[in-house]
């Protein structure tokens, strides 16, 4: 195996989708370790599961910035020692601009919870629910200067059911969210997408088919 990409994940909150990143990373054909864990709000649950994992932390409080471009370059120093190859976003609640998107060329990532491009933004599971569609589910996506608008990495599908709420439904998405990110960072860290207009096109890893690859939740 080549030389393990860096990740850099970002949060604000509790971190179920970092803890995946970790997992993943701990298993020694993963191609891709989280080299640091950055938060915008003190004291998440997400940051105790970097300590725990013996991952340094760091954190960059948005309100003392006057801008998005100055909270940008405070990110970008923060990140630096670090030498992240690979920024996750994992329930990071900020946008982010173009400097900080091309410091980084192999990729800034998103999982969202809902099959864009429908149901962009916040509450994604509650405008499923409210549409009352019967398939939702979660993305990943690199990440442009739009919100949740970049291209479609690798996507899982989740059956709506009739007795749906939206915490039973964000609980269903989220355990396919967890299989999902690791698989979709593999893709990524391991060079196998490339670009065809809009599109990403690639291979699966040797060791899992297509389908199973590009979509989980129904392989
Ligand atoms: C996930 O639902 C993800 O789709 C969204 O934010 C949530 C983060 O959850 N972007 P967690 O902090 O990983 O548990």
Redesign the pocket.
């Known amino acids: 195996m080549t030389a393990r990409r860096t990740l850099a994940v970002l ?9 995946a990143l970790l997992d993943a990373s701990a298993g020694a054909d993963f191609p891709a370790r989280v080299g640091v864990v950055l938060s915008n709000v003190p004291g998440v649950l ?1 940051l105790e599961r970097a300590r725990a994992a013996g991952v340094p932390t760091v954190i960059v409080p948005h309100q003392s910035f006057p801008g998005r471009a100055a909270y940008d370059a405070a990110l970008l120093a923060a990140l630096a020692p670090y030498r992240p190859d690979i920024v996750c ?4 609640m900020r946008l982010l601009g173009g400097d900080f998107l091309r410091a980084f060329p192999a990729g800034v990532l ?4 809902a099959l864009l491009p429908s149901f962009p933004g916040l509450h ?1 599971v509650r405008q499923a629910l409210t549409h009352g569609v019967k398939v939702s589910g ?1 993305t990943v996506h690199l990440v442009d200067e739009g919100t949740d608008t970049g291209p479609i990495v690798a996507q899982a599908a989740v059956p709506v059911l009739d007795g749906d709420t939206e915490e039973s439904l ?1 609980a269903r ?2 355990s396919e ?1 967890h299989r999902l990110y690791p698989l979709a960072v593999r893709l990524v860290a391991e060079g196998r997408l490339r670009r065809d207009g809009r599109r990403l096109v690639g291979g699966p890893a040797p060791d899992a088919p297509g389908q199973a690859l590009r979509n989980p939740g129904t392989g």
């Open positions: 949060v604000s909150g509790s971190g179920t989708n970092l803890q997400a976003l994992a329930g990071f998103n999982i969202h919870p994604g979660c964000a998405i989220r969210e």
